[in-house]
């Protein structure tokens, strides 16, 4: 017997339409485009006093601010079709070339050379019992020859007192 009633259960609505035809409205109804008072704020949000914030802060503007809830991704698109979405070209900076300044002005200061400290390099040898330097040589360029003939001077120098 209970299963003739679910029959007639099934009989009584099986004339109606089901339910996800109701979900969507006619094509005639739908304006031509739904996005259209979405594009106006958009529009008008960039072009205003916010030229240069990119999509995620216009969704966070319509999400916040004006209490929209709208797709982060539909807002990207919106904006991709206005010609809103534009980058901005940041050059990268360049290294500056290092000119160095006249030795003999810096020499007398006692200041250097005006060479920033990674381009310098540092030969030095202190004697352990003594303490004392024996050779030191800061240069932007110690070549082999020039190291060779400093500590030739040197050992002349200490080995012959």
């Not at 601010?65 to 360049?94: F, S, T």
């Not at 020499?107 to 003594?130: N, Q």
């Not at 024996?134 to 120098?157: G, H, P, W, Y």
């Amino acid at each position: 017997m209970q299963d003739t009633s679910r029959h007639d259960e099934h009989a009584e609505t099986s004339g109606r339409l089901a339910r996800f035809t109701y979900a969507r409205t006619p094509i005639a109804e739908t304006p031509a485009d739904r996005d259209m008072a979405l594009r106006t704020m958009l529009r008008d949000y960039a072009r205003g006093t916010h030229p240069l914030h990119g999509f995620c802060r216009a969704w966070a503007h319509l999400r916040h601010d004006m209490d929209m809830k709208v797709n982060k991704k539909k807002v990207h698109r919106l904006r991709k079709e206005e010609g809103l979405q534009v980058r901005i070209y940041h050059p990268r900076k360049r290294r500056r070339k290092f000119v160095p300044t006249d030795r003999s002005v810096c020499a007398e200061d006692g200041a250097g050379y005006g060479v920033p400290v990674r381009f310098l390099k540092i030969a030095s040898m202190i004697d352990e019992h003594t303490r004392q330097a024996l050779l030191n040589i800061v240069e932007r360029s110690i070549t082999a020859q020039r190291l060779t003939d400093e500590l030739d001077k040197m050992f002349e120098l200490w080995f012959n007192r």
